[in-house]
């Protein structure tokens, strides 16, 4: 393919979380011309002043080489009536019964709609929504939209899947591109849009460089209601892999093999796969639950029962309780008992705590009556927010947090907590009770009784791979 001469794109990004900060962000690096919108004040306010509302690594570096091709504002009227291309990225959080709740993102299709020009503009939906949203965002776009020509718009899904934490390089260099549309202009619109990205026709960043073998991604073209279950599907088969993983791991404690081993054994099937394939203390963040759950839901409506994706869902709730359940295996009575937990937020390299295990985990000790001392390299100052609820104490360092504990959790496979000098750690304990709640710990603990997820506690020290 030759270098492509791309010619820059004005483009909205409606809801500047994780998703539409990282997409602006993206888009402004190629060159486009990009506007963040953000119905949080507060929000727009800290982007304005040049600071980032949540924890990605990389991100502020990248905006920062961005200058004036990204902007930030509250008002649609200032951002809507310019834009070739708009990105809804609003959240769609679950509601009791498992379906997302859409009203976040009709309030944005709506405030769109009265907005656009009446041209040829392209609204592109990022936020994972049941099959059949588009059509719906349509249908909000054709009512309040006065001068809408319906042949000359057209709403694409998009589906995004960047991890937090990595979030820069999932999008920067991702396996497949999903471009979901029901008419021609629509998805061309997008392919102009992603040129550099498709072509990989631009310059890394010196922070995340191209990693070496990577050519482009694949450009998946669906029809829109394939586009949105393509979202769905992969976040549902990904949880699955954890609960398979997790289901192993409780059969291998009962029968004396180990879990990591088994996974090395099965995940170097290339049809299988290592990846996504760990026993722990189950997944949590703002999507699996949210997205299987959405699922189920969805096959509810259609008298379709999913009894794979229930079982996921069961196993990882059954995995949060068994973290606690090793605790009193070794503490007993967790009355008064003094327990550390290491780590907040879903996983590392992240502040986001939306269905983090470490929170039914410190929910659980505070019923128990147990005095839990949390630690996070970066969430606690959201939890401070979010988790008044929960009873904890911060500590300020993971070696703080062990000083006297009866026990502690190592809830967040964060690097510094692996690579902590254990055995020493240990002895600053009352008790020496390390719960290995993400297998990170490599070899034994002399000085302490190390208990993991499907495997032996005291095992000798292995090789890293082979
Ligand atoms: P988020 O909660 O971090 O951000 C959503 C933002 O939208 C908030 O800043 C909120 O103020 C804003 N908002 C709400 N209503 C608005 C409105 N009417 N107009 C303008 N802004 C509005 O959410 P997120 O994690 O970025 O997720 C967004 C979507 O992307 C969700 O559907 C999610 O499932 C999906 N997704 C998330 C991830 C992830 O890792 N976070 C990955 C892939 C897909």
Not at 51 to 74: F, H, K, N, Q, S
Not at 95 to 103: C, K, M, T, V, Y
Not at 323 to 352: S, W, Y
Not at 426 to 445: E, F, H, S, Y
């Amino acid at each position: 393919h030759p270098p492509t001469l791309h010619s820059p794109l004005k483009v909205a990004v409606v809801g500047t979380g994780y998703v539409g900060l990282g997409t602006a962000a993206l888009l402004a690096y190629f060159g486009h011309q990009v506007v963040g919108l953000d119905i949080d004040q507060d929000k727009v306010a800290m982007l304005r002043r040049g600071e980032l509302p949540i924890y990605e690594p990389g991100l502020g570096e990248l905006m920062a080489v961005c200058g004036d091709r990204l902007r930030w504002t509250d008002d649609y009227a200032s951002a809507i009536p310019d834009a070739d291309v708009i990105f809804i990225c609003v959240g769609t959080p679950p509601l009791p019964g498992g379906q997302p709740d859409l009203r976040y993102l009709a309030a944005a299709a709506q405030d769109v709609a009265r907005n656009l020009n009446g041209k040829m503009q392209v609204v592109v939906n990022k936020s994972t929504v049941p099959v059949g949203t588009g059509d719906w965002v349509t249908r909000i776009i054709e009512e309040h939209a006065p001068d809408y020509k319906a042949h000359q718009y057209n709403v694409v899904s998009n589906p995004e899947f960047l991890r937090e934490g990595t979030a820069l390089f999932d999008s920067l260099y991702p396996d497949r591109l999903v471009l979901g549309g029901n008419n021609e202009h629509g998805v061309a619109r997008l392919l102009e849009l992603y040129a550099p990205l498709i072509e990989q026709d631009f310059e890394a960043p010196a922070h995340v460089p191209r990693p070496a073998g990577y050519t482009r991604p694949e450009v998946v073209a669906t029809s829109l209601s394939s586009a949105e279950m393509i979202k769905y599907a992969a976040n549902a088969f990904l949880a699955l892999k954890i609960s398979f993983a997790n289901e192993i791991a409780g059969l291998c404690e009962r029968v004396d093999a180990d879990i990591e081993e088994v996974v090395r054994g099965i995940g170097s099937d290339t049809r299988i796969g290592r990846q996504f394939l760990s026993a722990g203390a189950g997944w949590g963040g703002s999507c699996f639950g949210k997205d299987t759950s959405a699922l189920i839901s969805t096959g509810e409506e259609y008298g379709y029962d999913m009894p794979i994706l229930r079982a996921a869902v069961t196993i990882n709730l059954r995995q949060r309780q068994l973290i606690v359940a090793k605790l009193q295996k070794h503490l007993h009575r967790l009355q008064g008992k003094r327990v550390a937990v290491l780590g907040m937020a879903f996983k590392p390299n992240t502040d986001d705590l939306r269905d983090a295990p470490a929170h039914d985990t410190i929910a659980r000790l505070n019923e128990l009556g147990a005095t839990v001392v949390a630690h996070d390299p970066v969430a606690m100052e959201r939890a401070r927010r979010e988790w008044g609820h929960l009873k904890y104490v911060e500590a300020e360092s993971a070696g703080a947090a062990l000083v006297g504990a009866d026990a502690v959790i190592l809830m967040t496979e964060w690097k510094q907590y692996a690579e902590l000098d254990w055995n020493e750690a240990v002895k600053t304990m009352r008790q020496p009770v390390v719960i290995d709640a993400r297998n990170v710990l490599r070899g034994g603990l002399p000085g302490g009784t190390l208990e993991r997820i499907g495997r032996r506690g005291q095992s000798q020290p292995q090789p890293q791979s082979g």
